[in-house]
């Protein structure tokens, strides 16, 4: 018999899905971080800097919102479904760590076999929206599928295995401006290189989180790597992902509009190391939760370029 439906441990305790959901639906909710919006948000603001970096390159097109909108749907089923992969194929390490363990499948809420439905399912929800946009598009999100099918192994073979969720988790920016513009360019390369150094750098500080089972596992991280310079070493990554952005911007045609309102985001980020304390609980995962203010104050500065 599956274990009694319990609230996941590092969701909030009043989240909608405890709150409101049906008995039944709430653990493939927590499969899919439904409890956790966080993930999608993350998710879906490259995206967002991907049509606003298109629309900066050429105006005439006008802002890309119902791309966004599609994309915004996409980006909770797909991070539902990669979740949901990620929890199939950690289930046995997910027993062995403490913030991990009333997870769905290894506290029995769900079998492994009805997880796997339920990934099918989100899969074919959001090939629905994908087959919305151009056939360039299509083809892309496709291929970084790969990417999304090697990271839960990642953390077993190296110490970067945050480099390749920044590889998936930042496509969104190659996406947003090919549907745009039906291909590729520097600028939007560039976009999603500095987005990938942002990722690295946010998730090593959510990963800080988890350090100590980590090591008695023998899962790899970033933040055990780097260790007592994980503070320097993100701000590195961070200054990069920041250098990087302000250089797409400038070849896609913006200017002194997005570099001046561009450091709201980069006072975010410095907020961020200034305050950041492994050893404080609760510390590492409010200062990665703020990235969603990242995101929001980079596509708001997109969005302000193009209107002056």
Known sequence: MPEQSTTVADAQPTNWLDRYAPERVKPYGRLARWDRPIGFWLLFWPCAWGIGLAVVAAPDLGFGWWAAILMFFGAVLMRGAGCTFNDIVDRDIDMQVARTRSRPIPSGQVTTMEALYFLVAQALLASAILFQFNRFTVY?????????????FMKRVTWWPQLFLGLAFS?????GWSSQTGGLGWAPVLLYAGTILWVIGYDTIYALQDVEDDALVGVKSTARLFGANVRPAVAVLYAGAFLLWNIAVLMAGGGLVFATLSLVSAGLLAWQLWTLDAAAPGNPLLRFKNNHYVGVALTLALLA???W
């Not at 892309?140 to 839960?152: G, H, Q, R």
């Open 305 to 307: 370029e193009w209107v």
């Open 140 to 152: 892309a999100s496709i291929a970084s599928l790969v990417l999304v099918a090697i990271y839960p």
């Open 171 to 175: 496509f969104g920016a190659l996406v």
